[in-house]
């Protein structure tokens, strides 16, 4: 197989998807590290595990189920994938942005991204919810963008602008819902990196001279294919644990999982929130 996926693959993931389903999901949601949880709340739900639609990459790291649940949410028909795939997995880019690409063919409008990061700035502490305002593709600076390739004409354009990779009005709405629910709302830039390992003490002074409040190893990629395709962006980063600046801490993907436990809950009452918004 290119390193490229078709139109025409594309579109028989997203048949394979809409044979198993009774509703056409507006909002898709990709859930991060130790945040499945979210997906138990949804209801009506129709479950398609991703080994079986066709060309779908298999989800290989703890706390990622690996399924789509199909349902609705506050009244909204969502489509939630429980666990994503990582770049560190060895799958290509297009792999890792395949699901986006299928939401687009599905026609979702609204995408509501998650994940696990490091606390870069130092105001943050483990359990903080992070509005994501922008980001910097690290990765796709060093030859790794998803859009590197053929470019599918049908879904975007060849140069797509990233000035407002997330979007305005849902990024107030997640705010206001915020605000709403008592919920302290961090807000910042998140860097995305490719991993497994974790940054080094150097490496993260690097990221906050650069800008960067949170790290993590996804998102990037999927929000980039995203807005390629115009489909609208929320993102929101679980703090998960604080970055190593000084070398003194060792960080684990026990301590991101336990993290994520806290955060879960305080996540899904914003997006619930949002949902309610739309």
């Known amino acids: 197989m290119s390193a490229n996926f078709t139109l025409e693959q594309i579109n028989e993931v997203a048949a394979a998807v809409r044979g198993r389903i009774q509703m056409a999901p507006r909002v ?4 991060g590290s130790g945040l499945n949880a979210l997906a138990d709340s949804v209801e009506n739900t129709q479950i398609i595990p991703f080994c079986d ?8 790291v703890t706390g990622h189920s690996g399924q789509l649940v199909v349902g609705d949410l506050e009244g909204q028909p969502v489509f939630v994938m429980q666990g994503r795939v990582h770049y560190y997995e060895g799958y290509s880019m297009a792999q890792v942005t395949l699901p986006v690409r299928v939401m687009q063919m599905l026609k979702i409008e609204t995408l509501i991204v998650t994940n696990a990061a490091g606390g870069i700035n130092p105001d943050f502490v483990p359990g903080d919810v992070m509005l994501i305002t922008d980001h910097i593709n690290m990765v ?5 963008n998803p859009l590197i390739g053929p470019n599918l004409d049908e879904i975007g354009p060849r140069f797509p602008d990233m000035s ?10 997640a705010r206001r819902a915020a605000q709403d629910e008592g919920i302290p709302l961090r807000e910042g ?4 990196l490719s991993g497994p390992s974790f940054e080094t003490p150097a490496d993260l002074r690097f990221l906050r001279l650069a800008g960067a409040d949170a790290v993590g190893m996804s998102t990037v990629p999927e929000v980039t294919v995203a807005r390629h ?5 929320l993102g ?3 703090i998960s644990n604080k970055a190593n600046l000084d070398g ?7 301590e991101v999982m336990e993290a994520g436990r806290i955060i879960t809950p305080k996540m899904e009452k914003i997006i619930r929130g949002v949902l309610r918004s739309l």
């Open 28 to 31: 898709g949601m990709i859930l």
């Open 248 to 254: 003194l801490t060792i960080t684990t993907h026990e």
């Open 164 to 173: 407002q990779a997330y979007d305005r009005r849902l990024s107030d709405l």
């Open 53 to 60: 639609l066709p060309h779908w990459p298999l989800s290989t």
């Open 140 to 144: 796709g600076m060093a030859g790794l």
């Open 189 to 192: 830039v998140y860097v995305g």
């Open 229 to 233: 395709g115009g489909t609208r962006v």
């Open 236 to 238: 929101f980063s679980g």
